[in-house]
Each structure stands twice: as C-alpha cells, then as structure tokens.
C-alpha cells in the first residue's frame, strides 16, 4: 500500500520515540534487565524491537508479574516500565522493598551513590511517585523517568497515545494530571508539522489543552521554514460532546470485531473462546457452545488452540483488513467468504499441474497463497465469532436505539432494556442503551432507581458507585435527582406518561434538546428511504441481518456507520470545514454550537474579527485537516471522517488517547 507523503512523515514519530527511549537508557549506566508490564508489551513493539533494546544495554526482558518480584545479581540494574498509575507504582515499590531486604541478608555489596533500580513512568511521572519514595525511604535510591511514545502510527490516518484511562480520570474523576501529557503530544506535532492556522476547540479539556500549547510559546523555526504547516486546520474535542457515537452500535468491520474482541495497539486477540461479550455477561448465559466444548482431535491443533492469534488492524500490513476494515460489516463479511473460496480453488490446481509446473508453483505462489489463507481464515473466524456473539440481539437492538433516538415509545423503550437486562445478562451493554436513552430524551429519577434496582439484583451491590461514576459525566441523571430533558413540571410529567402510551403510529411533535441541536447540524438522517435499502444477511442459522445499502448509497452519507441513522459529529464538523466557503459561512452552520472556540476565541468575536480585519478569514491553504478526541475515539467516527476525506477530496488525520467502543466507555465507569 502507498501511504501519503503526510502519512509517511507521522510515521516519523516512531524515530522520535525511539531517541527518547535511548536518552533513558544510555543515561543508566551497568548491565540492565528491563521489568515491563504486560499491557506496554505491544505498544512498545511499535517503538523499538528487542534487538535494538539489547544494542542499549538491555540484558534480559522480563513480564512484570504483581504476585512475584524478579530478584537481580549484584551487577545488574533493574528497569521497570509501568503505565502512570499509583496501584501499579506501590506493588513496584513493595517489590523492590522485599529485594532490598533479601539482598541485605545475603550481605550483597549495595554501593549507596549508584542507583541499581530504575521506574520509567508512561506516559509521565507524576510528584506524589516522588513522595511515596522518600515515605518508604527510596529517595535516591530508585530513579525516577518520564518517557512519552507522544503518538503510535496504528494504520493510515490513525494515531493514537495509547494512554486508555484518559477518559475515566479527567472525565469521571476530574484528575487532569495527563491532559498536560496531550498537551506535549500536540506540541511535538506542532514541530513535526507546523502550527496549523485555524484551531478549533469543543470542551473544557480541550481549552485547556490549547492554553498549555499557547503557554508552551511558539514553535520553534528551522532555517528552511517557508511558515507553511502540514494542515491547514485543528479539531480537538473532548468525547462528552458526543456520546452518542460510542454508544450506538456499529455497523462497519472494524468497529464490531472490537465490540467482541480485546485491542491492544492495533492488536486484535482473536481468542475464540474467550472475549468481551463472554466475559461481561452473567456466567449463567456464558455457558460454552458445543463447537467450544469440542476437544482438538490432534496435538497440531491443541498447539493452535493454546496460542490465540491475532490480527494486525493496519491496512498496511494486512491487505484484507485494508479491504474491509471501513467497510459495512454485511458487505465485508461476504466478500471475506468469497476469497477464502477463491483461495481454495486456487490451491486446487496443484492437483492438476505436471511436475515442473508444481515446481515452480510451489516455489513462486505458494508462500503468498498460504500467507493470503493465514490471513483469510483468521478473519473469517472473527467475522463468524462477531455473527455468533451479537447474531441474536443485533437487529433488536439496532431497532432499539433507532426508536430512542427518534424518542418514540418511551414505555417500550424501557420495557425493552429491562427485557435486555433480564434475557442476555450483558454487564455494559444493557446500560450502554441506558444512557444513551437519557443523553437522547432523558430518564426521571423513578426509571432510574428501577433499573439500578434490577441491575444490582442481577450483578451485586458492589456496583452501586458506577451510577455515581456515570453521573459524573452526564450519562445518566444524578441518582435521587430527576436530570431530564424534557419539562418537568407536574402537568408536563403527566403529559409525558400519558404520550408514552401513545401508539407508535401516532406522530409525536415534542423534540428533546439533543433531537434539536442533531437536526440543526444535520446528524439525524432521515428513515424515508430506508424501503429501498437491501436486506443482506450475515449468517446462516444465528446472523446478524441488518439494513445495508448499495454501494452507491452507502458512499454518500457517513450515516452509513450506525445505519444510516447517526452522522458523527466530528466527521460532520469536519465536512462543514472542508465545505465552507469563508469563515461567515462556517460560522453560519455551527453557531448553534456556542462552546465551539476558534483559535481561542468565540465564533461570535472571532467572526466579528475576521469582518474587522483583525483576523484570517477561513481559507486553508491546504485540504489537510488533523482531529484529536480527548477521552478517545471509535472506529466509527474514524470510518466516517474518512469517507469525508474522500468526498472532499482531503485529507483527514484522526488521532486520540486510544481507541475504543462502547462497552468500553461504560467499562471506565467500573474501574
């Protein structure tokens, strides 16, 4: 695949990274054995090999295990890595308490002025680590080193941090202490790059981040600048200004292999029998299938069975993900089955083939084919496995969230949760159309305590502070507080019960904020034509049968990632950037967005300026436009904002803390 030459320099963050990492390491003097935590294994394979850590003086490369501390010999340095996160950074402490202790009874030579234990902090080094040393008495005698990979090039357009808890501290906890990690990220791409003229900002954490980058001064100018930046514009949102978009369910490839399937670094774990859906729901609904309960039948597939393969979520180094990876996922999963039909055939032909033309068959195509069919198999095992976790509830639940967005039925939308909850026992998903009820028309008090009742009921009264970790942010009302979105006074409250008994036939005029503010940016996409849509199946017994458009209607709308019933915001925000003409014309389609900021200004002041001359008027030079979502992204928005690069004929470069889904974002709530 030929990337872009914009796509090749992003890339060059690896190259950053790596002399970051060497400036850590070459500063520790001695023989080293680097301690790494399971979960920074695969983001640190973007970064550096093996082989280059044993060139920086890198012994051996041990997992860190929580239960045993590894003991060292009197000449060896120990280097742990650890994501930034206090629980991880006691159990380190406590570890290298118990080797101090087992090496003064072993009377080891322990020369107090060189340091024989190292923590490096990712992505930084937080002043309460410096604190807890100097009260377990370790000041000076483990060093302290913030090391930031800044962003990881996962797949062309895609960058990500892959720092996951962004979300639950800043949003849930309101612990800004990586919001300045953001910050330097964006700075180093400001150097990468260039500034871009236009920033524009949505959300309180993005202000902040923008402020740290004016704070930070200007970017410095290298002797050939001609002032010109890679993109003409900056999109950073934080992720509470559109819930919606995680919580709907997708319909494309990617997005619904990682609803089942755990990601890490762009590493799908393709474990057959063991994912999400298996692992979040009640054990009683997650008894094994008889295809599970089925024993390898020769010790080759034993071996299989106990290594669980993996798929690599690049297009550049998997052309059939690259094929299918933005694609819907009815369309994908069939085309997926023809070429691994197709394949067969082809490997058919050696029964037929003389001698000689075996010979060089075997020699020239036969690698790539057995490669191509690794490659096949492993994601036709993925789209069955997605077919056989979400087949059952697929089309039920696209229903379910169509009618919630549209608020119709309020009764049977919460007869219909509570159906959920009590049938498939799915610990995040059930709640996931909680709160995208009440991001969309609102919940009272009373339907809350129902369901908090219920819910506790099934999984244990232990989870009680997750609904006050959800209110933190606004994914459901206070508990004991009525947060609604409709009016609620008496007479109006009335007047919603009785419209919830409305049959579905009867039109409902009453819209909800959210309906509102959707309609004006244009994100609700009508259901008028959604007759002359093609049915295509997905399955044969258990399938997911969802509504998939031609090829021709599919590619002109972004809508087409949830079914044509929700455009992302980021990626319609980007559009009507792309699409405006000057900065009047910009203003006029999202000044109903009054948070928006440009270049740190309102719309309202930063219009006025451009009228008075005072500032640039909307004009990008060029059509390369880079978007950062504070708190995460999903394939989704990712898949929409890249069809928007195609139909504006631009480019759109998507980056975040990580990327996510839906039952995700629920998760940070229970962490």
Not at 273 to 286: E, P, V
Request: net charge neutral; charged share 20%; glycine share 4%.
């Amino acid at each position: 695949m030929q990337s872009s030459s914009l796509d090749k320099k992003l890339q060059g963050f690896q190259l950053i990274a790596q002399e970051k990492l060497q400036a850590i390491l070459c500063s520790i003097p001695g023989k080293k054995d680097l301690i790494i935590e399971p979960n920074l294994i695969k983001p640190l394979e973007h970064i550096c090999a093996a082989s280059w850590l044993k060139l920086k003086g890198i012994q051996r490369i041990f997992k860190l295990d929580s239960q045993n501390a590894i003991t060292r010999s009197s000449d060896q340095v120990q280097l742990y890595m650890i994501r930034s996160d206090l629980e991880t950074f006691n159990r380190i402490i406590d570890q290298i308490k118990l080797i101090r202790s087992t090496e003064a009874h072993s009377s080891l030579s322990d020369d107090t002025s060189f340091k024989y234990y190292h923590i490096i902090c990712v992505p930084s080094c937080f002043g309460y680590f410096v604190q807890l040393l100097e009260h377990e008495g370790l000041y000076g005698v483990v060093g302290l080193h913030r090391f930031s990979w800044d962003f990881i090039h996962l797949d062309e357009g895609l960058l990500s941090m892959e720092v996951p808890n962004v979300f639950s501290s800043a949003f849930m906890r309101s612990d800004c202490s990586l919001i300045p990690t953001i910050s330097h990220s964006l700075r180093v791409l400001e150097i990468l790059c260039g500034r871009p003229e236009f920033i524009l900002t949505y959300g309180v954490h993005s202000e902040n981040i923008l402020n740290m980058l004016n704070n930070l001064g200007p970017v410095p100018k290298k002797s050939n600048d001609t002032n010109d930046s890679d993109f003409s514009a900056m999109l950073i949102i934080d992720r509470d200004k559109d819930f919606a978009s995680p919580l709907l369910t997708p319909a494309i490839y990617s997005g619904l292999l990682l609803e089942v399937f755990n990601n890490n670094a762009g590493m799908l774990e393709l474990d057959l029998n063991k994912n999400k859906i298996l692992q979040q729901k009640l054990s009683i609904f997650s008894i094994q299938t008889k295809r599970d309960n089925e024993k390898p039948s020769n010790k080759a597939e034993q071996k299989n069975a106990a290594k669980p393969s993996s798929i690599r979520l690049s297009g550049m180094h998997d052309e059939i993900y690259l094929e299918n990876r933005y694609k819907h996922f009815a369309a994908a999963s069939s085309q997926i089955r023809q070429q691994a039909k197709s394949i067969s055939m082809e490997l058919q032909k050696l029964n037929n083939m003389k001698l000689d033309e075996m010979h060089d068959y075997v020699n020239r195509k036969l690698p790539k084919i057995t490669e191509m069919k690794t490659k096949l198999m492993r994601h036709l095992n993925a789209s069955e496995k997605v077919i056989e976790m979400l087949g059952c509830n697929y089309r039920r639940v696209q229903t379910l969230e169509e009618d919630i967005l549209n608020n119709v039925s309020r009764k049977k939308i919460l007869g219909d949760i509570d159906e959920l909850l009590t049938t498939d026992g799915h610990k995040y998903n059930t709640l996931r159309l909680l709160c995208l009820l009440h991001i969309c028309a609102g919940i009272t008090s009373d339907e809350l305590s129902q369901f908090i009742r219920n819910f506790c009921n099934y999984f244990g009264l232990q989870y009680l502070v997750v609904f006050q970790n959800l209110a933190q942010v606004g994914l459901i009302p206070m508990p004991g507080e009525d947060h609604t979105n409709v009016l609620s006074t008496p007479l109006n409250k009335k007047a919603t019960k009785l419209l919830s008994n409305i049959p579905l036939n009867i039109p409902k005029f009453q819209q909800t904020p959210f309906q509102a503010n959707a309609n004006r940016l244009k994100l609700m996409v009508s259901t008028a034509g959604a007759e002359e849509m093609d049915n295509v199946s997905m399955g044969s017994s258990s399938s997911i049968s969802t509504t998939a458009s031609s090829t021709g209607n599919v590619s002109a709308c972004p809508s087409y990632v949830f079914n044509r019933l929700y455009i992302p915001l980021v990626a319609q925000l980007c559009s009507f950037l792309l699409k405006s003409a000057n900065m009047d014309d910009f203003v006029t389609k999202i000044s109903m967005i009054e948070q928006i900021q440009i270049n740190g200004q309102s719309l309202k002041s930063y219009g006025q300026a451009v009228k008075q001359g005072n500032a640039k008027d909307l004009q990008l030079k060029n059509r390369n436009i880079f978007v950062y979502m504070v708190g995460g992204v999903t394939y989704s928005e990712i898949a929409a904002c890249n069809l928007i690069s195609k139909l504006t004929e631009s480019q759109v470069i998507i980056a975040s803390d990580c990327i996510l889904s839906g039952s995700e974002l629920i998760a940070a709530a229970f962490s």
